[in-house]
T-cell receptor, first 111, second 113 residues
Framework: RKEVEQDPGPFNVPEGATVAFNCTYS??????FFWYRQDCRKEPKLLMS???SGNEDGRFTAQLNRASQYISLLIRDSKLSDSATYLC????????????FGRGTSLIVHP | DVKVTQSSRYLVKRTGEKVFLECVQD?????MFWYRQDPGLGLRLIYF???????EKGDIPEGYSVSREKKERFSLILESASTNQTSMYLC????????????FGDGTRLSIL
């Protein structure tokens, strides 16, 4: 089992839709979790951290489920500009804090 | 504006050559990272450094080495380039309280012929 797994998609949704992605991780000692966004042919950019209690940033909501070992990203009222690949990142603890990226989930928002 | 600068956007080298990829950041960050990104495999960590002259292996260090002589510069070295090292290479940096890549460079697309 890969350490961090994501459904590659693409998720194809109309403008205004609500869409959610999950990211599962295999190491129960994983400590910190984040979502990045990567536009086509661009570098990844940090989108938001994921806190145990869940957190919201505008239309974006991130949640962590430690029991089932996954994190999620919910996007409400999708915009065309949300089209991108969303990467989850997990930092495992113990020794060095190495950030591990998932392969990403592609989102296409169409008019 | 903060900046991570990679020396080349595109690079073509031959098998067996020694290749240097340079990365400079102007944010006085302690942490610096080198990743490669390949279709279907995502971003994979090659090496990272949390201070000058300090380095740690990531998930795929084989065939690579790094150098961090100055805080602002983190170099990735392919000792003897091979075709399977053709990839997009991304450098990133972050402050010490955040051990994950916060600012990425534009990337170097390296082709080994």
């Amino acid at each position: 089992r890969k350490e961090v797994e994501q459904d590659p998609g693409p998720f194809n949704v109309p403008e205004g839709a609500t869409v959610a992605f999950n990211c599962t991780y295999s190491n129960s000692a994983s400590q910190s979790f984040f979502w990045y966004r990567q536009d086509c042919r661009k570098e990844p950019k940090l989108l938001m951290s994921v806190y145990s209690s869940g957190n919201e940033d505008g239309r974006f909501t991130a949640q962590l489920n430690r029991a089932s070992q996954y994190i999620s990203l919910l996007i409400r009222d999708s915009k065309l500009s949300d089209s991108a690949t969303y990467l989850c990142v997990v930092i495992r603890s113990g020794g060095s804090y190495i950030p591990t990226f998932g392969r990403g989930t592609s989102l296409i928002v169409h008019p | 504006d903060v900046k991570v600068t990679q020396s080349s956007r595109y690079l073509v080298k031959r098998t067996g050559e020694k290749v240097f990829l340079e990365c400079v950041q102007d944010m006085d960050h302690e942490n610096m990272f080198w990743y490669r990104q390949d279709p279907g495999l995502g971003l994979r960590l090659i090496y990272f450094s949390y201070d000058v002259k300090m380095k740690e292996k990531g998930d795929i260090p084989e065939g690579y080495s790094v150098s961090r002589e100055k805080k602002e510069r983190f170099s990735l070295i392919l000792e003897s380039a091979s075709t399977n090292q053709t990839s997009m290479y991304l450098c990133a940096s972050s402050p010490p309280d955040r051990p994950l890549p916060q600012h990425f460079g534009d990337g170097t697309r390296l082709s080994i012929l």
